[in-house]
């Protein structure tokens, strides 16, 4: 068990650009998360996984982002047209059904910047 | 709506100094707990939770208790150390259908020697 993994961890791109952040969860966990964190705020939640149905979204989540899970294990997360406002730590966690209580495991993040 | 309210920070301390980071809470229900802490370039890790009130708990010398009638969760440690200095995150997780975590800003901890 390798925890939750993030690629990449650093991503610069210019305004206008489309950009996609991939995390991969622990293998047995069937719940995927995805937040976002900006300089000084706690992370924000955005969407939520369960296998490859997605199941909550957020009102954060502007029609320029969307989310996927194929196949119930990876996942991807795309920016069309990024935002100066978009740049951020995005943050990827993972859980088992019925262990919510007990925390999630959270990847190290993808730190987004929009120049 | 849920949230959480943490202390604001940064929070400057010496090594051995006792430390209480306050959290209060409006939730509905009966939320589930958290204390995350972030070190510098990592991402968030789980320190404790409590799933009911009165509910203490603890890990690395941390601890917090559950106090549903003052809806807190405060963070306390006895004696810190450098190693200590990060970033905490209190968070609660309310059940009722959603799976989201909402966490407090964070108070940033900073230990010296």
């Known amino acids: 068990d390798t925890g939750v993994s993030q690629d990449p961890r650093h991503k610069i791109t210019k305004r206008g650009q489309n950009v996609t952040f991939r995390c991969d969860p622990i293998?047995?966990?069937?719940?995927l998360y995805w937040y976002r964190q900006t300089l000084g705020q706690g992370p924000e939640f955005l969407t939520y996984?369960?296998?490859?149905?997605?199941?909550?979204k957020s009102r954060l989540l502007s029609d320029r982002f969307s989310a996927e899970r194929p196949k119930g294990s990876f996942s991807t997360l795309e920016i069309q047209r990024t935002e100066q406002g978009d740049s951020a730590m995005y943050l990827c966690?993972?859980?088992?059904?019925?262990?919510?209580?007990?925390?999630?495991?959270f990847g190290s993040g993808t730190r987004l910047t929009v120049v | 709506g849920n949230s959480v309210t943490q202390m604001e920070g940064p929070v400057t301390l010496s090594e051995e100094a006792f430390l209480t980071i306050n959290c209060t809470y409006t939730?509905?229900?009966?939320?589930?707990l958290f204390w995350y802490v972030q070190y510098p370039g990592e991402g968030l890790q789980l320190l404790l939770k409590?799933?009911?009130?009165?509910d203490k708990g603890s890990n690395k010398g941390f601890e917090a208790t559950y106090r549903k009638e003052t809806t807190s969760f405060h963070l306390e440690k006895g004696s810190v150390q450098v190693s200590d200095s990060a970033v905490y995150f209190c968070?609660?997780?309310?059940?009722?259908?959603?799976?989201?975590?909402?966490f407090g800003k964070g108070t940033k901890l900073s230990v010296i020697p």
């Open positions: 966690a993972s859980s088992s059904s019925g262990t919510e209580n007990y925390g999630y495991t």
């Open positions: 293998s047995e966990h069937n719940r």
């Open positions: 996984f369960q296998n490859e149905a997605q199941l909550e």
């Open positions: 939730a509905t229900g009966y939320p589930s």
């Open positions: 409590a799933t009911k009130a009165d």
């Open positions: 968070a609660l997780h309310s059940g009722a259908g959603s799976y989201q975590l909402t």
